[in-house]
Every structure is written in C-alpha cells, then in structure tokens.
C-alpha cells in the first residue's frame, strides 16, 4: 500500500506541475475514488491498532498481576506488532492528508478558484 500510495501522490504532482487541462476533470473524480479508497484502508489499519493496542494493554496488567514469562514473552510479541502498526498508520494518515490538499489544488486549477488549503507541501 505504501508504493501504490507513494506512486498515486507523484502522480498527482506531477500533473499539478505541467497540467493536461483536458484531463483535470477525469482525474479530480479518479481522485475522489483514490481518497475513498486510501480513507477505507486507514480506517482498516486504525481498528488493527486500536485492536492490537488493547490486546496488549489487557496482557500487560495480566503480567503485571501473574508475573509469568509466558505472559511477558506474549506482552512483548505484541509491542513487536503494535510499533509497525502504528508507524504504517502513521504514513496512512499523513498521506491521506496529503491527498486532499492535492484535491483541492486539482479543484482549484479546474475551477478557476483560490479554495483553502491548496499549499503545495500539504500544510493546512
């Protein structure tokens, strides 16, 4: 998911940087289509986190309250899960972000209108 994401943002770029006006209508509504799905895969990885975070907090005081190295060695597979998860829902997050500052200026050079939140670099 990181290239495809990657490679649709450098898309995206590069036709902001020499636009093809002829197909700025087509690719604002693919684009649409791209956010919804970027949207479903965040959502996706945000309830893995949420699941794998609970699950090791649940395991913690488990440890915490039987002291067992069964339960510790379970606690720290865990972590080892939660600490990707959250960095690859990190990048999911930003570059979603990212995205719809790139809608916007898509809109914006169609339409002929200064919206909001059209930097370039994705700062709102």
């Known amino acids: 998911?990181?290239?495809?994401?990657?490679?649709?943002?450098?898309?995206?770029?590069d036709l902001l940087q020499d636009p093809d006006r002829e197909k700025l209508s087509a690719v604002r509504k693919e684009t649409?289509?791209?956010i919804g799905l970027m949207?479903?895969?965040?959502?996706?990885?945000?309830?893995?986190?949420?699941?794998?975070?609970?699950?090791?907090m649940i395991v913690l005081g488990l440890v915490l309250y039987y002291k067992t190295v069964g339960l510790f060695l379970l606690d720290l597979l865990l972590l080892g899960l939660l600490a990707p998860y959250l960095g690859h829902y990190y990048f999911l997050?930003?570059?979603?972000?990212?995205?719809?500052?790139?809608?916007?200026?898509?809109?914006?050079?169609?339409d002929g209108v200064d919206y909001p939140n059209t930097d370039p670099d994705g700062k709102i």
Do not use: D
């Open 1 to 13: 998911m990181r290239y495809y994401m990657k490679a649709y943002e450098k898309f995206l770029r």
């Open 32 to 34: 649409l289509v791209q």
């Open 39 to 56: 949207q479903h895969e965040r959502l996706v990885h945000f309830l893995v986190c949420i699941l794998v975070g609970v699950a090791f």
């Open 93 to 110: 997050e930003n570059t979603t972000q990212r995205m719809y500052v790139l809608y916007n200026m898509l809109a914006a050079m169609e």
